[in-house]
């Protein structure tokens, strides 16, 4: 059996990198870059969430639950977020088509 794997729509974080939270934000390295990058709170919460089962919506309905925002202003976070982890090469992501 194939393992499934992670679609552009459903982000999945690396295993190798390592996070460290403290006080609601979170220092991410990279091993095989080794940058390290820095989280404030609602972009460590949408970290959280690509563990390759919620898709952007998904991932914008949680925060539009946890915090008092607009959707349009949380679809726009959600997006830009996932594209920075992507362009950082800090999570798996595939063209839909490919899956």
């Known amino acids: ?3 499934a794997r992670p679609s552009a ?3 999945r974080r690396r295993s190798d990198v390592r996070v460290h939270e403290l006080d609601g ?4 390295f990279d091993p095989v870059s080794a940058d390290t990058h820095r989280l404030n709170e609602t972009a ?3 970290w959280r969430q690509c563990d390759g089962r919620h898709d952007v ?3 914008a309905l ?4 946890t915090y008092d925002v607009s959707e349009n ?5 959600v997006r830009r977020s996932r594209e920075e982890f992507d362009t950082c090469g800090l999570i798996l992501v595939e063209d839909e088509s490919t899956t």
């Not at 934000?25 to 991410?28: C, F, P, Q, S």
């Not at 202003?73 to 976070?77: G, H, I």
């Open 1 to 3: 059996m194939k393992a």
């Open 73 to 77: 202003e949380v679809m726009e976070c």
């Open 44 to 46: 460590l919460f949408i």
């Open 57 to 59: 919506e998904h991932i």
């Open 62 to 65: 949680r925060l539009i639950e």
């Open 9 to 11: 729509r459903h982000p």
């Open 25 to 28: 934000e979170a220092l991410i």
